[in-house]
């Protein structure tokens, strides 16, 4: 069911997309963008903290890598925090502790060694403070608004690989593990919470990918195994061009939710670790996905949801609704 003020919004959408191109080629200098045609820009808000060129990298990209954004002091913090849970000396609802599949049915490893990511730790004071340090929200709200809500949190503790390359993340969209919409006012925050770098499995990027359609996206048919829900795009070119983002500890990278992205194994014999959020203008609104590429992970969600809290009424959407939080202005929509 599509709401009327959801139609208008779409057209609106489509037409900006539509312009966008004519207008980017007229101009010859980034400064004159911002000064004249503020409006011309459909990823990102007029908000005088990205320059000229950020925005217009964001834009194109999809993606903006902001170097040394969260400290050393406070990466230090929340590495502490996940080992307490690694520990078991905290109990969180909601949580969801995820270990590798090569190794979740072995009994032999124990504590951090055997966490894959945390999920959903909206309820952990220590890890949610990052959803809410000023110097993030400062960049989100380029790409939400002012009204922003937390949707969805992660600390990825990427594992050396075990030999069956199941440390992969396949290439993906966000968007399709999410309930609401426009794509365009939601943005994840990424950040490295140590050196990232091709061997140790950083981000691989397709830029430009978020001004596509969201695809349809499966398991990947991978002979050593895949991490449940880790959809890939389907039929995936693994020739097509790509980036690796190798970061800083503390650099942060702000991606939309259509661009394609994954990470490769890691081959050294450290844990790579970072900490992201998912972002949501609080103003977006929750779409059903019933008959629609999203089908087969919302099917997947609800089913955990069963297993996790013991209800069959939740629908995709409640999941979604549960988790989030409101981090800065007002708890509009979402
Ligand atoms: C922008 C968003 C992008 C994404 O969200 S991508 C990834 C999304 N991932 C998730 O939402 C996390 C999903 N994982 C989970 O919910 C849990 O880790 C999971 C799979 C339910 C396991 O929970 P546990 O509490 O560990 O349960 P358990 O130890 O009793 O295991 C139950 C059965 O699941 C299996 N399992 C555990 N970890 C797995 C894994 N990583 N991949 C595939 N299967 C896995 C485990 O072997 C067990 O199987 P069986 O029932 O004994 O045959
Ligand atoms: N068939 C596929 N479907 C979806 N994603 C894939 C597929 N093959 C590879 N990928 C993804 O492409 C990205 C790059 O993978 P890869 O393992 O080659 O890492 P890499 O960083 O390029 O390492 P290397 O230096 O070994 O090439 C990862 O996100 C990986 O999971
Ligand atoms: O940190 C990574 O490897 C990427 C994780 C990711 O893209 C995701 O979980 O959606
Ligand atoms: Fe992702
Ligand atoms: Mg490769």
């Not at 990205?50 to 990298?57: A, G, K």
């Not at 902001?66 to 996940?82: C, G, M, P, Q, T």
């Not at 990470?263 to 103003?283: L, P, V």
């Amino acid at each position: 069911m599509m709401s009327r003020a959801a139609d208008r919004l779409k057209v609106v959408l489509n037409h900006l997309d539509g312009s966008h191109g004519n207008v980017r080629a007229s101009f010859t200098s980034a400064q004159s963008v911002s000064h004249h045609h503020p409006q011309s820009f459909r990823y990102t808000l007029d908000t005088d903290i990205l320059t000229p060129e950020q925005r217009l990298s964001y834009e194109e990209n999809g993606f903006i890598l902001i170097r040394n954004l969260v400290s050393a002091e406070d990466i230090e913090k929340f590495r502490k925090a996940f080992e307490q849970i690694c520990k078991r000396e905290v109990k969180v609802p909601g949580l969801v502790v995820m270990k590798d599949v090569s190794i979740a049915k072995s009994e032999f490893v124990e504590g951090e060694k055997a966490v894959t990511k945390l999920q959903d730790f909206q309820e952990v004071p220590g890890l949610f403070r990052y959803c809410t340090l000023p110097q993030i929200l400062k960049y989100v709200e380029c790409f939400t608004g002012p009204n922003i809500m937390a949707m969805h949190t992660m600390l990825i503790n990427k594992p050396p690989d075990t030999g069956k390359r199941t440390s992969r993340h396949p290439m993906h969209q966000d968007l399709h593990y999410f309930a609401f919409r426009p794509a365009d006012h939601i943005v994840c925050a990424w950040t490295a919470m140590e050196k990232v770098h091709r061997q140790n499995g950083c981000l691989v990027v397709l830029p430009g990918s978020h001004k596509g359609s969201l695809q349809e996206h499966d398991y990947p048919e991978w002979e050593g195994g895949i991490n449940k829900m880790y959809h890939g795009v389907r039929n995936y070119d693994p020739n097509h061009s790509r980036v690796h983002l190798e970061m800083e500890k503390g650099d942060t990278v702000f991606f939309h939710p259509l661009l394609i992205h994954g990470s490769g194994m890691n081959q050294t014999e450290g844990f790579r670790k970072a900490i992201s959020c998912h972002y949501a203008s609080a103003d977006c609104y929750y779409i059903d996905v019933k008959g629609t590429t999203q089908e087969n992970i919302s099917d997947e969600v609800k089913d955990l949801a069963f297993r996790k809290y013991g209800v069959d009424s939740l629908s995709f959407q409640d999941t979604w609704a549960l988790r989030g939080r409101l981090v800065r202005g007002e708890r509009t929509s979402l």
